[in-house]
T-cell receptor, first 111, second 113 residues
Framework: QQPVQSPQAVILREGEDAVINCSSS?????VHWYRQKHGEAPVFLMI?????EQKGHEKISASFNEKKQQSSLYLTASQLSYSGTYFC????????????FGKGTRLSVIA | DGGITQSPKYLFRKEGQNVTLSCEQN?????MYWYRQDPGQGLRLIYY???????QKGDIAEGYSVSREKKESFPLTVTSAQKNPTAFYLC????????????FGPGTRLTVT
């Protein structure tokens, strides 16, 4: 089943923070996060495996709550380059099934 | 340079014609995937293959067909049975285990009139 992302869209001013959530009704093995610019291929941001670990690089980080079957992506001090559509992809409990992607969250950062 | 190539970037066809989208990777990945993207729908899985000469249907396989005769190639045919084929098509690959990132090709935008 397709994970649910929230919010659907968000507008930020440069320097503001944002949180994007991804929820699944099924037990999860892993959560992947991607960012896509219009008309381009999605670009990998990070993967989180079951175990509740948090990952991050630069000003983008993510958490994975296995018990709640949720992941959150944190963008701090947003930059214009952060604009795009963010997708979470979830893999089922066995870890051997294809990713199922959410519908995406459109993030717009303005000056 | 290793990566995934898709060709062509833009494709136009008349209704009722079959069309084949190319996807090639030189990453030595076992698994390959085809996704369809429509505005507001996210990425929906059409077909995937985890090994040569084997593939499985995804969530929206009707009207599509694939082949996997070589490890590096996974072409997608959009048949005339696909009711609404106009979309952005993305090919992806990964080593075969879902603890690894998926690598995406640049996509093909198909317009059928």
């Amino acid at each position: 089943q397709q994970p649910v992302q929230s919010p659907q869209a968000v507008i930020l001013r440069e320097g503001e923070d944002a949180v994007i959530n991804c929820s699944s009704s099924k037990a999860l093995y892993s959560v992947h996060w991607y960012r896509q610019k219009h008309g381009e291929a999605p670009v990998f941001l990070m993967i989180l495996l079951k175990g509740g670990e948090q990952k991050g690089h630069e000003k983008i980080s993510a958490s994975f709550n296995e018990k709640k079957q949720q992941s959150s992506l944190y963008l701090t001090a947003s930059q214009l380059s952060y604009s795009g559509t963010y997708f979470c992809g979830t893999a089922g409990h066995s870890g051997n099934t294809p990713l199922v992607f959410g519908k995406g969250t459109r993030l717009s950062v303005i000056a | 340079d290793g990566g995934i190539t898709q060709s062509p970037k833009y494709l136009f066809r008349k209704e009722g014609q079959n069309v084949t989208l190319s996807c090639e990777q030189n990453l030595n990945h076992d698994a390959m995937y085809w996704y369809r993207q429509d505005p507001g729908q996210g990425l929906r899985l059409i077909y995937y293959s985890q090994i040569v000469n084997d593939f499985q249907k995804g969530d929206i396989a009707e009207g599509y067909s694939v082949s996997r005769e070589k490890k590096e190639s996974f072409p997608l045919t959009v048949t005339s049975a696909q009711k609404n084929p106009t979309a952005f098509y993305l090919c992806a690959s990964n080593p075969g285990l879902l603890s690894y990132e998926q690598y995406f090709g640049p996509g093909t935008r198909l317009t059928v009139t």
